[in-house]
């Protein structure tokens, strides 16, 4: 089973930018892409971005399209966060699912979450 730990969270202020990680390891054979979510209180889990393992091609949520970047590197997939905004504030989540999506339902092995806070 594939394992996922999230890392790089932390209080900004707007305008700033910030870079977490998501580090991959156990068997992944069933992780094909893996992306992002996120949930702010009092709100359902949102589709942040996601990757392919295979090729790197993305998919990302209009909302932080030209904002936010997802990337890989070796067993680490990064999600660079530019220009936070307050309502970006959330705990964000990765997970792995067998193929390129924007599904929750389809994402499984879900990390323990890295909480962004963006003060105005």
């Known amino acids: 089973q594939v394992r996922l730990v999230e890392s790089g969270g932390g209080l900004v202020q707007a305008g700033d930018s910030l870079r977490l990680s998501c580090a991959v390891s156990?068997?992944?054979?069933?992780?094909?892409?893996i992306g992002w979510f996120r949930q702010a209180p009092g709100k359902e889990r949102e589709f942040v971005a996601a990757?392919?393992?295979?090729?790197?091609w993305t998919t990302s949520a209009d909302s932080v399209k030209g904002r936010f970047t997802i990337s890989r590197v070796n067993m680490q997939v990064y999600l660079q966060l530019n220009s936070l905004k307050p309502e970006d504030t959330a705990v964000y989540y990765c997970?792995?699912?067998?193929?390129?999506?924007?599904?929750?339902?389809?994402?499984?092995?879900w990390g323990q979450g890295t909480q962004v806070t963006v003060s105005s």
């Open positions: 997970a792995a699912a067998p193929a390129l999506t924007k599904d929750v339902g389809a994402f499984h092995s």
């Open positions: 156990g068997r992944t054979f069933n992780a094909r892409a």
């Open positions: 990757i392919r393992w295979s090729d790197g």
